[in-house]
């Protein structure tokens, strides 16, 4: 086999695997992970193509999912989901004897529709905005099921034919849920079900759409609470529905982070868009189609909305039905700031219409970068954001009752008296060590052996995320650890018949955590790293480097070439023995990076830990004692005993073991070859005496 009858051979199969889905669909990396099974890569293919890149056998996937894309073969319905079309199940069967002949006539196909897509995009790019990425080309497919079944048919969004959106079932809602009084005391959530507990289904049903509907282009709050808030609607009628795939799908997508405004303030987003439903159900059927036609006329009808200005949810609502024309920057100062820097690209044919304008320097834009404006990525965030003006006064907020500042992360939480009492650590100094990690997201927790800092780190990171829902891993860093095993990787796999050997791409650690940290942006998560110094640091994070510093930029990743942003819910807390002086090894970008703590014998929490402990323990014994001589003994800094060695049940001879086996054989390690006898010197015999001598001269010195 060549590599390029594996490539066709894999393009068959891709059509295939789908084909064998109940629903005719699977994952990027599922669909990878079968098919190189069943078509195992060459040694040449399992080889990156350059440093930093796929493998080519990756890379050659990538392109023929394209080519079947473009043959219309295939659909790629959201971001890392993929359908088989029946053109594609055509296809299938008419290759079923040749399999290497579909990708033959699919890259045929593929460069006909090439070139016709060439000739739209410079069209698209020269009339209209176009969509920045994937994501928001996936939010504007939804948002228009939402313009074509709901205002232009007044039918359900969720269930067609239900004509949910009719004129008695908006007014049986605004009385139940606008014209209600606010339930004082009460979150937006226990609000709206009581408002709602007396309303009809279809009253739900609209209401769960409109909820849709609008947290649909929302970064904030993530996939799992936008499905939540609408879900929690729905599950309050008497015959729930569901809700369809392709509007479910988009959930995972975002076209902007709004601001805390919309999220916040969603009462008054949501009575918004009641009172525009009930202003287009007056409007004549040729003034509604003419709104849907026209986006200035559907400016002109989302300005009349009764209400609060509210503008950052008005621009929502023109983005929401007409995108093309108004776009993907809604934040009313962003859009100033952009219509100002780049007011050049259009002389003349400026109008002084902030809308207009924008429009029009976007198009202008699109078709000098032949592409998106991309506002919010590197060069033009940069140039613009220099001449953003001050945050406009925000509306009068509701109140405290009507907001729901759910979309935004959960604060930490206090330690508490129970984590101290937990830990013997004063809840002060807990307190500062959360907000540090809160402000910074990544902390190296260093000392000597025995100071507690991964038994701390896991107490910590359990105590947030626990308290605020999210998740927590440790990983342990070594000298053979990788990007691989960290975050991404290929690694072999057995194929379907048990014999033959292939690759499939692994998620790591992180990837996984940062998964679950992006679809639950309210959470907090964490990652306990440790003894992080044994592992290459540079070679383990690659280009994630990049990420801990700029938590809101995107990279391409080593093996996809979707983006990839670190969600800045996510909390690093790295461990580092300071025994082996590795602290001075780490470059000098990774301790940029990271915020260090020290945890130490002679100073506190650690200092009085042990006598702290022992005071809530049934021991009477000289352990604590025979520690703080130790140390004093001790004259490297950073070779002294921390006290979790002795934090234990350790009655009869346990002590002496403790020692024998393993603080001393750390200790000689230490002195290793420079002769010290370290039984003679730290033996718990000889620190007794010392103790003993110490106890003599203080009373001979009282007598």
């Excluded at 947290?215 to 904030?220: H, I, N």
């Excluded at 005071?615 to 520690?627: G, H, K, M």
Aim: aromatic share 8%; net charge negative.
């Amino acid at each position: 086999m060549t590599v390029r009858e594996n490539t066709a051979l894999r393009a068959f199969e891709i059509l295939k695997v789908l084909a064998e889905s109940p629903d005719g669909r699977g994952t990027r990396s599922g669909i990878w992970q079968t098919i190189i099974e069943r078509v195992p890569l060459l040694p040449e293919e399992a080889e990156r193509t350059s440093p930093g890149r796929n493998i080519r056998g990756m890379t050659n996937y990538t392109f023929a999912s394209d080519h079947l894309v473009n043959a219309e073969y295939l659909v790629k319905v959201q971001r890392g989901v993929w359908e088989i079309t029946p053109a594609g199940r055509a296809a299938l069967d008419a290759a079923a004897a040749d399999p290497t002949s579909l990708y033959a006539e699919a890259t045929r196909l593929s460069r006909i529709e090439q070139l016709r897509r060439g000739e739209e995009l410079d069209e698209a790019l020269q009339s209209t905005i176009v969509p920045p990425d994937d994501r928001a080309r996936a939010i504007r497919a939804a948002a228009r099921l939402f313009t074509e079944r709901g205002l232009r048919d007044l039918d359900s969004v969720f269930v067609p034919g239900r004509q949910a959106w009719r004129a008695d079932v908006i007014k049986e809602l605004a009385e139940g849920f606008r014209d209600q009084p606010v339930v004082v005391g009460s979150g937006y959530a226990d609000k709206l079900l009581v408002q709602l507990r007396d309303v009809s289904d279809d009253a739900k049903l609209l209401m769960a759409e409109i909820v849709a509907w609008h947290v649909l282009p929302l970064e904030k709050p993530g996939e799992i609470k936008k499905r939540a808030r609408i879900q929690q609607i729905i599950q309050t009628m008497n015959d729930p529905v569901i809700i369809p795939a392709d509007i479910d799908q988009a959930l995972k997508s975002w076209s902007f982070d709004a601001g805390r405004g919309i999220g916040a303030e969603i009462d008054r987003g949501l009575a918004m868009i009641v009172n525009g439903l009930q202003l287009w159900i007056d409007l004549d059927a040729d003034d509604r189609q003419e709104a849907l036609d026209n986006p200035w006329a559907w400016r002109d009808f989302v300005t009349s909305i009764p209400g609060t200005p509210f503008p950052t949810q008005r621009n929502e609502l023109l983005y929401l039905v007409h995108p093309e024309s108004f776009g993907e920057v809604v934040a009313p100062e962003h859009r100033l700031a952009i219509r100002n820097t780049f007011i050049g690209e259009i002389g003349e044919s400026a109008t002084g219409d902030l809308d207009q304008d924008l429009r029009l320097l976007t198009i202008a834009l699109q078709v000098k970068e032949h592409g998106p404006a991309l506002y919010y990525r590197e060069p033009l965030r940069e140039i613009w954001s220099r001449s953003e003006p001050p945050e406009p006064k925000p509306d009068p907020l509701p109140d405290e009752g009507e907001r729901d500042g759910s979309e935004e992360r959960s604060a930490f939480p206090r330690s508490g008296a129970a984590l101290a009492a937990t830990l013997h650590i004063a809840e002060p100094w807990l307190d500062r060590v959360l907000g540090l990690i809160e402000r910074r997201r990544q902390v190296i927790l260093y000392g000597p052996p025995g100071t507690g800092k991964t038994f701390l780190a896991q107490a910590l990171a359990e105590h947030v995320t626990k308290t605020t829902t999210g998740d927590y891993r440790i990983v342990q860093f070594h000298p053979t650890y990788s990007y691989e095993d960290f975050f991404e990787g290929f690694r072999p796999v057995v194929g379907a018949d048990g014999q033959q050997l292939g690759f499939g791409l692994r998620k790591g650690p992180l990837r996984r955590l940062a998964d679950g940290a992006a679809a639950n942006p309210e959470a907090n998560y964490f990652l306990v790293i440790d003894e992080i110094n044994r592992g290459n640091l540079a070679k383990i994070f690659g280009e994630l480097y990049y990420l801990l510093e700029y938590r809101d930029r995107e990279i391409s990743l080593l093996y996809s070439d979707e983006p990839f942003t670190l969600p800045a819910n996510i909390f690093f807390i790295g461990t580092m023995n300071t025994a082996d002086r590795s602290i001075a090894m780490l470059d000098a970008a990774m301790r940029r990076r990271f915020a260090f703590i020290e945890l130490h014998p002679d100073t506190d929490p650690v200092r009085g830990l042990l006598g702290e402990w022992m005071l809530a323990q049934p021991f009477t014994d000289d352990r604590s004692e025979l520690l703080v001589e130790l140390n004093r003994t001790i004259a490297d800094y950073d070779a002294k005993i921390g006290p979790s060695f002795l934090m234990r049940d350790l009655q009869h001879d346990g002590i002496e073991s403790v020692w024998t086996y393993e603080i001393l054989p750390l200790l000689a390690e230490h002195h290793y070859a420079d002769g010290t006898d370290v039984e003679k010197a730290y033996g718990v015999p000889a620190l007794r005496r010392a103790l003993a001598r110490a106890r003599t001269e203080i009373a001979d010195g009282a007598s």
